[in-house]
């Protein structure tokens, strides 16, 4: 995460006051921390909490120390920390309001540029699953409402998830708009496929941020549910992104990719970025390295 957050208050997992129990669960793969909880994992032949996390606050100065921190715990702790620090900057910081803020503005450019009913119902429709991400990081922001944000939550959950789910799958659609790039300006070519890539680059924080509002209101396996499939509907998503940069990259070698040759060699670096990203596989994985099918090649 690029963004710097000055004097930055993070809680990290305090390695010694895990209990033994723990500990060794943590050592043969049966338990799993959701939210500051650890669980018996599924398949460990129990059931319920284990303990609820220890923390210790540290002050860090930016996003990627924080990460470095969690990243320099034990083997056992590194993930499980790696992934609780990643949420509080997602809704302690201003990290994410900073990326929804730079979509809106792409999405307030594109309005003025590009006068299409088409790219206007996309855009509506990330719009609408950006406004309840931030629903959702408001009702996280503070732990001891835990009990009252539950009727709330579920419904936001619900309909989260169809407009997450239904955002991923404009993403074909909006790159199609994109391979008619004949009609298009280098500027309006650019901004299409900056509108796609932004919606790609914000989809794990969402989802993450779904994730977490799950474990927050007691429902370890929902959360789980939530990381699984989003993870595997955004691979699907992030293939159709890498199939039409494959095919724009041809057609740039057959040179009939016209004047916009230099505006496909700047997408193309920002999504190799994208596509290899740890932060995005970090987002969308199972605490303790249980992985979700999301892939970086």
């Known amino acids: 995460m690029k963004d710097a957050v000055d004097l930055m208050r993070?809680?990290?997992?305090?390695?010694?006051?895990?209990?033994?129990?723990l500990l060794d669960a943590l050592s043969q793969g049966k338990a799993v921390i959701h939210d500051g909880v650890a669980y018996w994992a599924e398949g460990s032949g129990k059931t319920g909490i284990i303990q609820?996390?220890?923390?210790?606050e540290?002050?860090?100065?930016?996003?990627?120390?924080?990460?470095?921190?969690?990243?320099?715990?034990t083997v056992m702790a590194a993930a499980a920390s790696t992934c609780i620090i990643l949420g509080a900057l997602i809704i302690q910081t201003k990290y994410l309001a900073a990326k929804l803020d730079k979509i809106q503005v792409t999405v307030d450019e594109i309005a003025k540029e590009i006068h299409s009913q088409n790219i206007i119902y996309y855009m509506d429709k990330i719009t609408d699953y950006i406004g309840g991400v931030e629903v959702a990081r408001t009702l996280l922001r503070d732990r001891s409402l835990a009990?009252?944000?539950?009727?709330?939550?579920?419904?936001?959950?619900a309909t989260s998830a169809a407009k997450r789910n239904h955002a991923l799958s404009f993403v074909d659609n909006v790159l199609n708009l994109a391979r008619n790039s004949d009609d298009l300006t280098n500027k309006h070519y650019e901004l299409i496929i900056n509108?796609?890539?932004m919606m790609l680059e914000i989809m794990p924080l969402g989802m993450h941020t779904e994730y977490l509002l799950a474990s927050r209101i007691g429902r370890p396996q929902l959360a789980e549910q939530i990381l699984l499939?989003?993870?595997e509907r955004y691979q699907n998503a992030m293939s159709v992104y890498k199939s039409f940069l494959n095919e724009q990259h041809r057609r740039l070698i057959r040179g009939s990719i016209g004047n916009k040759a230099e505006v496909f060699h700047r997408i193309e670096k920002k999504a190799e970025n994208l596509?290899?990203?740890?932060e995005n596989r970090?987002?969308?994985s199972l605490p303790l390295g249980r992985v979700a099918k999301l892939e970086a090649s």
């Not at 609820?52 to 210790?56: G, R, S, T």
């Not at 596509?275 to 740890?278: A, G, L, V, Y």
């Open 195 to 197: 509108f796609a890539h």
């Open 58 to 73: 540290t002050m860090i100065k930016s996003a990627e120390e924080a990460i470095k921190a969690a990243q320099m715990t």
């Open 229 to 231: 499939d989003g993870a």
């Open 275 to 278: 596509i290899n990203s740890d």
């Open 52 to 56: 609820h996390i220890p923390f210790k």
């Open 10 to 21: 993070v809680w990290v997992i305090d390695e010694l006051k895990l209990s033994k129990t």
């Open 147 to 157: 009990h009252e944000i539950r009727e709330v939550a579920f419904p936001l959950l």
């Open 282 to 284: 970090l987002l969308l």
